[in-house]
């Protein structure tokens, strides 16, 4: 077995483990990332870039190039109950560079920033590369045991970090406790074409018994039919045919290209959970991002809660690392910095859940605007407050690591 020595050891090449490799290598801790890949191209992975993060972007000097790639920017969001329609959120007053969402394919994001680490002799990606055990010393976690390129290897490392999202090998190695907090939906996920005469809006539409929310990607519509949990199969065994009609039933425009679903295989099954560590880590190992807690998808900010664990675990991390001094309490001080906005931020996903996304689901509330989003039609203004805690977070985090 060959062996490999890092100073953090990152599981997960997704974008809290990929970003967190490129700070730290960035200030000159040697860090190896494992993508279990061979490269980063999966259908229907988060692919909203949320004002916070572009603005770490712009921090690091980033951002013109990143915005060099292909991408769509959504400044706002609506929302359709029955017939009414209603504004929910305008970006275009944060107090960024970017007031905007950018809708960019995550793979484009995760080589940008794999391309943009590899400038650092700090940084090392293996692709192909699982990790299949956590390596223990005297209670403590002291590396990974991995397969790359199918062959048994190990990686040596002052700090593992399970960046392996909500089926962390990491976060089993190491026997933390998930705490449910449970969603009542999943999500079919599918493409139709966008036709230039279609308008230019990313919205969702709530109708007695059906949500579906459209993502506008240029020349398509990414689209989310959310439906209740564990009625997929159900659903899917009523034939293509049946999803087309209720599609056009929803949102009659599109009728003239649901024929492009030929089979249920078309439809991408999400299967939501929300969850999260009651303790994020143990002597020589931490877990970030969806491996700490998986969000649910209302309002897309899923990578972007990564990102930031990211960049907060960097700045608290890099200096201790570096110089050989890390401590339990610098991986407490991450976990204490970042629940707090993960707890906030569940806390109103699961409330949308409760309140919105489950009676609207089971038709029994009423087929209008709740009172917020028609206090939000009727004050500009106040499109200001959801566009602040979607776009930038309850506590966005700022690079404060420097290069080396």
């Keep these: 077995m060959t062996g ?9 090449g997704g974008p809290a483990g990929m ?3 490129f700070l730290l290598a960035r200030t000159g801790v040697r860090s190896v990332v494992l993508e279990k890949h061979g490269d980063f191209l999966r259908d229907f992975r988060g692919d909203t870039v949320h004002p916070s993060t572009l603005n770490v972007m712009d921090e690091l000097g980033l951002l013109d190039e990143f915005l060099k790639l292909p991408h769509q ?16 959120a305008d970006f275009s007053h944060l107090p960024v560079r970017c007031g905007f969402i950018a809708l960019m394919p995550q793979w484009d994001f995760l080589d940008f920033l794999a391309a943009q680490g590899k400038r650092y002799p700090a940084f090392t990606v293996l692709m192909h590369a699982e990790a299949t055990g956590l390596i223990e010393e005297g209670g403590k976690v002291v590396g990974v045991q991995a397969t790359v390129e199918g062959k048994p290897q190990e990686i040596r490392a002052d700090l593992v970090v399970g960046a392996d ?12 406790d998930v705490k449910v907090l449970g969603a009542p939906m999943d999500v079919l996920w599918f493409r139709l074409t966008h036709k230039p005469t279609d308008k230019a ?12 929310v459209l993502l506008d990607r240029g020349d398509y519509w990414q689209c989310a039919y959310v439906i209740p949990k564990g009625t997929a ?3 899917k065994a009523a034939g293509i045919e049946k999803f087309g009609e209720k599609i056009a039933g929803l949102l009659p425009f599109l009728a003239d290209r649901v024929h492009e679903l030929a089979t249920v295989d078309d439809l991408k099954l999400l299967t939501v959970g929300v969850e999260r560590l009651d303790k994020w880590w143990k002597p020589g190992v931490l877990c970030i991002g969806d491996a700490a807690h998986t ?43 970042r629940m707090w906005p993960v707890r906030a931020t569940q806390g109103i996903q699961v409330f949308l859940q409760n309140r919105m996304i489950a009676p609207t689901l089971a038709g029994t509330r009423p087929l209008r605007p709740p ?30 690591t420097r290069p080396a």
Excluded: W
């Design 371 to 400: 009172l917020a989003a028609r206090l939000l039609n009727a004050v500009p203004y106040l499109r200001r407050i959801p566009a602040r805690v979607l776009g930038l977070g309850v506590q966005p985090e700022h690079v404060k």
């Design 295 to 337: 969000m649910s998808p209302i309002g897309g900010v899923g990578v972007n809660i990564a990102v930031q664990d990211a960049v907060a675990a960097a700045n608290i991390l890099a200096a201790p690392l570096k110089e050989g001094r890390l401590k339990d309490s610098d991986l407490q001080a991450v976990q204490a910095r």
């Design 165 to 176: 999202g909500r089926h962390s090998t990491v976060r089993v190695g190491a026997g933390f």
């Design 201 to 212: 809006e990313t919205m969702g539409r709530f109708d007695r018994g059906s949500i579906l």
């Design 73 to 88: 920017e959504v400044s706002r969001f609506g929302a359709q109950f029955g017939e009414e329609h209603v504004q929910v």
């Design 4 to 12: 490999l020595a890092a100073q953090c050891c990152i599981v997960g």
């Design 233 to 235: 199969e159900t659903l």
């Design 19 to 21: 970003m967190l490799g």
